[in-house]
C-alpha cells in the first residue's frame, strides 16, 4: 500500500498562485509515475499533470503554460506550482500513485485537497 497526504489548498484570486505538495509513504518503490487529477461539482475526474519516474512530464491542455508538476524523489514528495489561476480552476485535487507489484497496476489516492479561484 501507499499513502498519499497532499497540502496546499485554498482560497486565491483570478490570476494568483498556489503551490500543492503530496507526500508518498508505504511501498513508495513501487511507485512508477505520479500525478493530480481534480473535479469539479458536477464533474468527472480528471488528469492535470503526471511526471513519471524518468521525469517525463503530461498536462492536461487547459494547465499548459501555467501550471508545472515536480518530484523530490529524496522526500517522496511531488509538488504542483499553478500560476495564473482562473475561476474554472476550482476544484478538489486528488494526489496520485501509480504502483506495479508482481505485474500488477494499482492506483493510489490523496484525500484530496480544495482549490477555489474566486475574486
Known amino acids: 500500500q501507499v499513502q498519499l497526504v497532499e497540502a496546499g489548498g485554498g482560497l486565491v484570486q483570478p490570476g494568483g498562485s498556489l503551490r500543492l505538495s503530496c507526500e508518498s509513504s508505504g511501498r513508495i518503490f513501487s511507485i512508477y509515475a505520479m500525478g493530480w487529477y481534480r473535479q469539479a461539482p458536477g464533474k468527472e475526474r480528471e488528469l492535470v499533470a503526471t511526471v513519471d519516474n524518468s521525469r517525463n512530464t503530461n498536462y492536461a491542455d487547459s494547465v499548459k503554460g501555467r501550471f508545472t508538476i515536480s518530484r523530490d524523489n529524496a522526500k517522496n514528495m511531488v509538488y504542483l506550482q499553478m500560476n495564473s489561476l482562473k475561476p474554472e480552476d476550482t476544484a478538489v485535487y486528488y494526489c496520485?500513485?501509480?504502483?506495479?507489484?508482481?505485474?500488477?497496476?494499482?492506483?493510489?489516492w490523496g484525500q484530496g485537497t480544495q482549490v477555489t479561484v474566486s475574486s
Open positions: 496520485n500513485a501509480k504502483g506495479l507489484i508482481d505485474l500488477t497496476k494499482y492506483d493510489y
